[in-house]
């Protein structure tokens, strides 16, 4: 039976939920599409992997610490996510590194800001939450 996502995050020792304000959470993993031409087709292989974590968070107007936490090339030794929250038994991705990619604000006037990132996994496990 199908499960409500209840995404969590966590990145080094901090945690990010719905109580943190988390707004929205993807996840992507793949291979890169490697294509040649050979005998008239577009052939593909499978190249490296790739493994990018985007989710969006809201922020206060004095909230620094997530500000600092996702600059840009922020690295991150311990990552996981887990897409219907952190409870022993459910689906976990970790990984050892992590690197922010992106920071990006959303926000009009009268509107809610928030922070769009993207980390990069260097690596990843699939398994259940302990």
């Known amino acids: 039976m199908a499960k409500k996502a209840l995404p969590s995050i966590k990145l080094g020792a901090v945690t990010y939920d719905d109580d943190d304000c988390l707004q929205s959470s993807s996840f992507s993993d793949g291979v890169e599409d490697l294509t040649f031409r050979c005998g008239g087709y577009m052939r593909h292989e499978a190249g490296d992997r790739t493994v990018t974590h985007q989710f969006s968070i809201v922020t206060e107007s004095t909230d620094t610490t997530k500000w ?6 922020a690295t991150y030794t311990t990552c996981e996510y887990h ?5 022993t038994g459910r689906v976990e991705h970790t990984s050892a590194l992590g690197t922010v990619l992106t920071r990006n604000v959303s926000g009009a006037p009268g509107s809610i800001v928030t922070l769009d990132v993207t980390v990069a996994w260097n690596d990843i496990t699939t398994g259940a939450a302990s």
């Open 68 to 73: 600092a936490a996702f600059a840009p090339g």
């Open 83 to 87: 897409p219907y929250g952190d409870s």
